[in-house]
């Protein structure tokens, strides 16, 4: 056995079994550097470790109620992060499906003849035209505000007439009364492609419907869609109905009419108006008219003969959006019956055109290639002149003289 194993044990006693405090220390000394001892304290030491490792694995289970907190806390923490981060997310995946809904269809649409917005069956409706008189005994008319274009004119004896178009089929709307066709009337007409309710005509007139295939509505031949009222005299009691017209036009054939719309812009009153008042000498103190503008409707009040001009329908004054003036060559045609002269205008061509709307004026050109062409507006560049939506009144005068503002 090695020397090692044979040294005295620790704190062995001497001969005497006594032992100095050196030889106590000694021996300690010569202990520590023992291989054994050695083995032993290490032994122990790893022991102590493990057992050291242990406490330190066991501190947190089973858990106490700290951790239980600081976990419950934790969970807590996470599931309100997932559910936020969850909300916003799928509300950005839901908006685009906002984006992508189509908008409603429009119901309505710009109305071919005034601009203004009407249902889309209303707008395939024929345009029908209908000539109205203007003497004295026929004032007040029926059916004139209503209209979406009038034009006017000298008949013949200085009295006007007017040629009104409408696109409506409306019961309750009547219009009258109802007088004869002239020549100049037809040609302003056509370029609207309408149906034409009249009372018989002049005899140039009457040859024109047949030449230049209008479509003809003759009272004389359709005496069952017109009606005589008996607060009035004849000649100026014939009287109908838009429903009643729109009747015949089915059983005629005639349908939905084919022309060119005039160019339309949004209503744009001027902050200061520079043409309030309107005045177009025609014939005489009885068939001059005048005009005031209003600037809360954007709209002409119509004066005709030194007084306010009323629609016996509405019992209120007629009200254009736009008033045009356009100056035409004039001159007398044949003599009537009563030994007057027709007047005969000459409407193809062009000439010089003022445009009032919104308070303001505009001096263009009108223009008109053919009967069946629909009469133009131009500036000095023949540029498009819009005009407002509603109802458009043109007078035609025979001199700028004629027109002041």
Do not use: C
Not at 59 to 70: A, C, L, M, Q
Not at 85 to 95: A, D, G, M, P, Q
Not at 198 to 217: C, E, F, R, T, Y
Not at 279 to 287: F, H, I, K
């Amino acid at each position: 056995m090695d020397d090692q194993f044979n040294r005295p044990l620790k704190h062995q006693p001497n001969e005497h079994g006594f032992k100095t405090p050196e030889q106590v220390a000694a021996e300690d000394k010569q202990a520590a550097g023992s291989p054994l001892l050695n083995v032993t304290s290490n032994f122990e030491r790893e022991e102590h470790d493990m057992a050291k490792s242990k406490r330190r694995q066991h501190r947190f289970w089973p858990p106490n109620k700290w951790v239980w907190i600081v976990l419950g806390v934790t969970i807590i923490l996470i599931g309100s992060g997932l559910y936020w981060y969850l909300k916003i997310h799928s509300t950005v995946k839901e908006s685009p499906k906002v984006v992508l809904q189509f908008p409603p269809k429009p119901t309505t649409v710009a109305s071919s003849l005034t601009g203004l917005q009407v249902s889309p069956a209303t707008n395939k409706l024929p345009i029908t035209a209908v000539m109205i008189e203007n003497s004295t005994q026929a004032r007040p008319q029926s059916g004139l505000s209503q209209a979406g274009v009038v034009f006017e004119a000298l008949a013949e004896g200085g009295i006007t007439r007017f040629v009104a178009l409408y696109q409506s089929n409306s019961a309750s709307l009547n219009v009258g009364p109802v007088r004869s066709a002239r020549p100049y009337f037809l040609s302003w007409m056509l370029g609207f492609d309408p149906a034409y309710a009249h009372v018989g005509g002049s005899p140039a007139a009457l040859a024109d419907i047949s030449q230049w295939n209008v479509k003809d509505m003759d009272q004389f031949y359709n005496g069952s869609y017109y009606q005589r009222i008996t607060s009035r005299v004849a000649p100026h009691n014939v009287y109908t109905t838009l429903a009643s017209l729109y009747s015949l036009e089915q059983k005629k054939g005639y349908t939905s009419s084919n022309f060119s719309s005039w160019q339309r812009k949004p209503s744009q009153p001027l902050k200061t108006p520079t043409a309030s008042s309107i005045n177009l000498s025609l014939s005489g103190p009885a068939y001059n008219v005048s005009y005031s503008y209003s600037p809360s409707t954007n709209s002409y009040n119509r004066n005709d003969g030194g007084a306010p001009q009323i629609d016996a329908n509405t019992n209120k004054q007629i009200s254009p959006n736009v008033v045009i003036a356009i100056v035409v060559p004039e001159s007398n045609g044949p003599l009537d019956s009563s030994g007057a002269y027709y007047s005969d205008y000459q409407t193809i061509g062009s000439g010089t055109a003022y445009i009032f709307q919104d308070g303001g004026v505009t001096i263009g050109q009108w223009s008109k290639s053919s009967n069946n062409s629909n009469i133009q507006f131009t500036s000095s560049n023949n540029a498009p002149i819009p005009l407002d939506p509603g109802q458009t009144w043109i007078t035609a005068v025979t001199s700028t003289s004629a027109v002041s503002y």
